[in-house]
């Protein structure tokens, strides 16, 4: 029977899930995805990645079935199994595991938050094991932890104008989701929206993104020295009283000995660390402390640096001392909708199943408490245990979502780690991998398009629906395999739901509807409140917003920001950087791609056919370097083959190089992931002290012809 064209109202999870869509569907043959022009998240908006999803659903190389390896590792020698065959030989060897050397010798890695983020992490909790590995202290967790220890939750830009105001000034620190797609769980269109309307516009970046042509003030810092220009803000507002007195009287713990301690962090000290003029910081200072209201806009650009926490800590202070905290058009605290239960760890950690683990197995994670605002088990030091044994090595992984071949550093290690030392890898995914390839077993995991869900992660003041109108092959929703392992496991207590849809339902049910009403309805919530902290205070120690944070006083860390220089820059190594004198930053977003993610798509590689290495106009004439050409950027480290980009939005000094790159079209099973993957220029030796990043946006590295 011929059915007729219809379009199905959906949610994207392209990148981070905020968009609504229309899918377009002849028949059950999905033929195109648009933005939602009545989306209250987006608008109408979508970027190249959402709707290229008709292409990665039918793209001829999905993985479509479960795969066992046949051959050696890496051989590219498999055959296809049964999905229950695959389950049952995963609880058997994980229960094995169990048995023989204890939980703890299993661990569960991911990629970036996804909808599957609630039930990788519970699951490792609940099967008791601490060895959780994510790119969590990279990337958005850092400024989450920073923010729960400060003030008690994360303060996100006021840009849809509940409150009947929009920002009156803007500062863009470390982040360029306006080009990119999204970013924490906003729109980048929906903040362009808001940057227009702005009176003011401050871009706190070393590159010259597309909102510098627009902006007030463009501070062209040295990559890696955003605390020092913080710090100097922060100095600049105390200093000439240009602070919030009755926020900062009543509902503020701390301020006088930040007032004695940014005493000295004068803009003239920070001039020749930042390489902004110190006038330039004060007036941005100004600006931002004297119009109101203001947010702050921050980014993955504050986080990978040895010093990104202590950044984050800066900002917030910078926030709370400007009176901007919670007030319509400022940086606010979202209110959920009523009646739904939590699904995101960021309201509350239950959800990620912590009172699952022992105490016993927590003191057990590998990382071994050296980072102690870690968020997870941190992955550099992990994949080193399992090629040394020290403190031991994990006998099994599951990897959902993730390509940590390509998109970690330590690439080799990694790689090592998988093919000699792991007896037993689960790797869930899209497409075959390099990562994959490594694997023992492979399991075809559903497309956002093949999937129904409540929307939960990120945006917190509302909820999406997201509906499943294709199944390519025998894919399954990474959630419905953990279910059946984690049953299969005899992990009940945290899995309590006979099935996902029951889950749903569950989450659901205060609001007095399943799921199946829920998918009418399309969109939940939340009634916002401001100023909240007026009458239910902070959830901090102290009640207040700290300046001066107990809790990292308590872990023996310095209470209020203190800048560090980076391990390997002008200043701390200038005798290496004669053998390689450019500052190197990797790890900026593409907006055709998902980190590692849709190399192998048409339309969407076509846009984006090389990685990419920006370098200044004048250093390529000097290095005899042209538009185009293959170079090769070397680090202590590593090396990796790019294209050159002239481009004089950057400083002569510094290059910045793409990274996550791979070659799907090339022969596997490595697909030449070691040509030009800039994650290889990264050593190990050098993190933040609280979170374990690494200083991907401040390294050092030299560039030559190929």
């Given amino acids: 029977m011929h059915q007729e064209p219809r379009i199905v109202r959906s949610s994207c999870r392209g990148c981070h899930g905020v968009c609504q869509v229309l899918v377009h569907m002849d028949g059950e043959k999905i033929v195109k995805v648009s933005g939602d022009p009545d989306s209250v998240t987006s608008r109408g908006y979508l970027c190249p990645k959402g709707a290229a999803a008709p292409e990665i659903l039918y793209h001829p190389d999905r993985l479509k079935f479960p795969l066992r390896r046949v051959g050696a590792r890496g051989e590219n020698k498999w055959e296809r199994t049964s999905w229950e065959a695959a389950i049952a030989e995963m609880v058997e060897r994980f229960d094995r595991i169990r048995r023989e050397w204890g939980s703890e010798y299993f661990a569960m890695a991911q990629g970036t938050g996804r909808p599957y983020t609630e039930f990788t992490i519970r699951f490792a909790n609940a099967f008791g094991t601490p060895n959780f590995i994510n790119p969590g202290h990279l990337c958005y967790l850092p400024r989450v932890i920073a923010s729960d220890i400060t003030l008690g939750g994360l303060p996100v830009s006021d840009i849809y104008g509940f409150g009947g105001k929009s920002p009156a000034c803007i500062l863009n ?31 706190v970046d070393p590159r010259g993104i ?28 105390i200093t000439e009283g240009l602070f919030d007195g009755d926020f900062v ?35 941005a200072a100004r600006k931002f402390a004297t119009t109101k209201p203001a947010c702050l806009q921050w980014g993955n650009g ?107 550093t330590q690439g ?60 390519i092959g025998e894919t ?26 029951a889950y749903l339902d569950w989450l659901l049910e205060e609001t007095g509807m399943n799921f199946k009403a829920f998918k009418e309805k399309e969109v939940l919530m939340g009634d916002m409140r401001y100023r909240k902290y007026e009458s239910d205070g902070f959830k901090t120690p102290s009640g207040k917003f700290e300046f001066y944070s107990k809790v990292m006083e308590h872990e023996g860390r310095p209470p209020m920001p203190l800048y560090v220089e980076p391990p390997l820059s002008p200043i701390s190594t200038p005798d290496l950087m004669t053998e390689y004198p450019f500052i190197l930053m990797s790890g900026t977003k593409k907006l055709a791609f998902f980190h590692s993610e849709y190399h192998q798509i048409q339309s969407l590689r076509k846009r984006h056919p090389d990685p990419v290495v920006e370098i200044h106009p004048t250093a390529a004439a000097r290095l005899g370097i042209s538009e185009d050409s293959w170079v090769v950027v070397e680090s202590p480290h590593g090396r990796a083959k790019l294209r050159a980009k002239l ?60």
């Fill in 173 to 203: 620190w470390g982040c360029n989701h306006v080009e990119t797609g999204s970013a924490d769980g906003m729109c980048g269109a929906m903040f362009k929206r808001v940057v227009r309307k702005a009176e003011s516009v401050i871009v």
């Fill in 210 to 237: 597309g909102l510098v042509k627009g902006a007030d003030h463009w501070l062209q810092l040295r990559p890696g020295t955003e605390c020092a220009l913080a710090l100097a803000m922060i100095h600049t507002v």
């Fill in 249 to 283: 009287r009543h509902y503020t713990f701390g301020f006088e000995p930040l007032a004695r301690h940014v005493r000295f962090f004068t803009p003239e000290w920070a001039e020749p660390i930042t390489r902004v003029p110190a006038e330039s910081i004060r007036a």
């Fill in 302 to 408: 504050i986080d990978t640096s040895v010093n990104g926490f202590q950044t984050g800590r800066a900002l917030l202070i910078l926030m709370g001392l400007t009176g901007n905290i919670d007030v319509p058009g400022g940086n606010v605290l979202w209110v959920p909708p009523q009646g739904i239960r939590p699904k995101s760890p960021l309201i509350d950690m239950n959800v990620a199943g912590v009172q699952f683990l022992p105490p016993e197995k927590k003191a057990r994670i590998l990382t071994g408490g050296k980072y102690p605002f870690a968020p997870n088990c941190h992955p550099p030091t992990f994949w080193k245990s399992m090629v040394t044994g020290d403190p031991y090595r994990v006998r099994g992984i599951w990897i959902v979502g993730s390509n940590p071949l390509v998109t970690g």
């Fill in 412 to 471: 080799l290690t990694v790689e090592k780690a998988l093919r000699n030392h792991m007896e037993y890898t689960v790797v869930s995914d899209l497409f075959m991998t390099p990562t994959a390839q490594l694997a023992d077993l492979v399991l075809p995991a559903a497309h956002w398009l093949e999937q129904d869900d409540v929307v939960y992660m990120h945006k917190i003041w509302c909820v999406l629906a997201r509906k499943k109108v294709a199944r």
């Fill in 476 to 501: 399954r929703d990474d959630r419905d395999v953990i279910f059946d392992v984690a049953h299969g496991l005899g992990l009940r207590e945290a899995f309590p739901w006979p099935d996902r849809y």
């Fill in 647 to 706: 481009f004089d939005g950057i400083a002569p000094d510094v290059v910045n190089a793409e990274h996550a790159w791979w070659y799907p079209e090339a022969p596997p099973p490595d697909y030449q992931w070691r040509v030009s993957c800039a994650n290889l220029l990264y050593g190990d030796d050098h993190f933040d002290p609280d979170t374990g990043s690494e200083p991907l946006k401040c390294y050092i590295c030299k560039v030559y012809r190929a």
